[in-house]
C-alpha cells in the first residue's frame, strides 16, 4: 500500500514535471526582448570622459561667449541736466579739473558725461544743489559778461568762480552758502570722476606713474577746493 502511494506520487511527479517546465517556457516567450546592445556613447571632445581640452569638471563643454566691456563701446549721452546746465558744467570741469602733467583732464575723461548720469541717480536734495548751482552759473556770468557760463574764456570763467571758493576746513563740513556748497561738492566730483576714470587710469599706467594723486593708483587726498589740512 505505502509503495503503491509512492508510485502514484512518483507517477504524479513525472506528469507534473512537464507541465511546470511548458509554464516557464511560456512565462520566457511572454517576456519582452530585450534591446539590442548598443556601444557606449563616446564622450563629446573635451567632456569629463576625455579627448581633447578634457577638464577635470567638463570645462570642454561650457561655450565660450566673447565679452567686451561696456564703456569700450558705449558713448556716455546728456540726459539729466537742461543744454544750457550741461554746458555750464562742462566749462567748471574744464576750469577745475584741466589737462595736468601729461594726464588727461576732467573733459578727456568723461567726467561731466558721468556726473550727470551720477546726479540724475542721485537724491532729489543733491539733484536741487547741481541744478541751482548751474543756474547761478550761468546768471552770474550773463550779468558779468552778458554770456553764457560755457561762452567764457578761461579768465572770465575763474573771475566768476573765484568768488564761490572757500575754506574747508574739513572736506565734510560744506559751506552753508548754497552757490559755495555747490562749488565745493562740484570740485569734489568732478575730480573723483576724473582720477577714477578709464582714460586716467591708462594715461597714468602709460607714464609709469604708480601710486597717489597724479599716478596710476588710487586717490586718497583731500579734494576740496581749498583745502586746510
Known amino acids: 500500500m505505502i ?3 509512492k508510485r502514484r506520487g512518483f507517477v504524479k511527479t ?3 514535471l512537464p507541465a511546470a517546465s511548458e509554464l516557464a517556457a511560456q512565462q520566457v516567450a511572454q517576456q519582452p526582448a530585450p534591446a539590442n546592445p548598443q556601444a557606449p556613447a563616446t564622450p563629446a571632445p573635451g567632456g569629463r570622459g576625455g579627448g581633447a581640452g578634457a577638464g577635470r ?14 564703456d569700450a563701446i558705449g558713448e556716455a549721452t546728456q540726459h539729466f541736466f537742461t543744454p544750457a546746465q550741461f554746458s555750464a558744467l562742462r566749462k567748471l570741469s574744464e576750469t577745475l579739473m584741466p589737462p595736468m602733467r601729461g594726464l588727461p583732464g576732467a573733459i578727456e575723461c568723461g567726467a561731466p558725461e558721468f556726473l550727470d548720469f551720477l546726479i540724475g541717480a542721485s537724491p532729489a536734495e543733491r539733484q536741487g544743489t547741481y541744478r541751482r548751482g548751474l543756474d547761478t552759473l550761468n546768471a552770474n556770468a550773463k550779468k558779468q559778461f552778458n554770456k553764457g557760463f560755457s561762452e567764457l574764456d578761461a579768465q572770465q570763467a575763474d573771475a566768476v568762480i573765484r568768488p564761490l571758493l572757500t575754506a574747508v576746513p574739513w572736506q565734510y563740513d560744506l559751506p552753508k552758502d548754497p552757490a559755495q556748497r555747490f562749488i565745493a561738492e562740484a ?7 576724473t582720477v577714477n576714470s578709464r582714460e586716467y587710469a591708462a594715461a597714468g599706467a602709460a607714464s609709469g606713474r604708480r601710486g597717489g594723486f597724479g599716478g596710476g593708483g588710487s586717490y586718497i587726498l583731500p579734494i576740496d577746493p581749498i583745502y586746510k589740512g
Open 3 to 5: 509503495l503503491t502511494m
Open 57 to 70: 569638471f567638463g570645462q570642454g563643454n561650457i561655450p565660450k561667449f566673447e565679452v567686451t566691456q561696456a
Open 14 to 16: 513525472l506528469v507534473a
Open 187 to 193: 570740485h569734489r566730483d568732478i575730480r573723483t570722476a
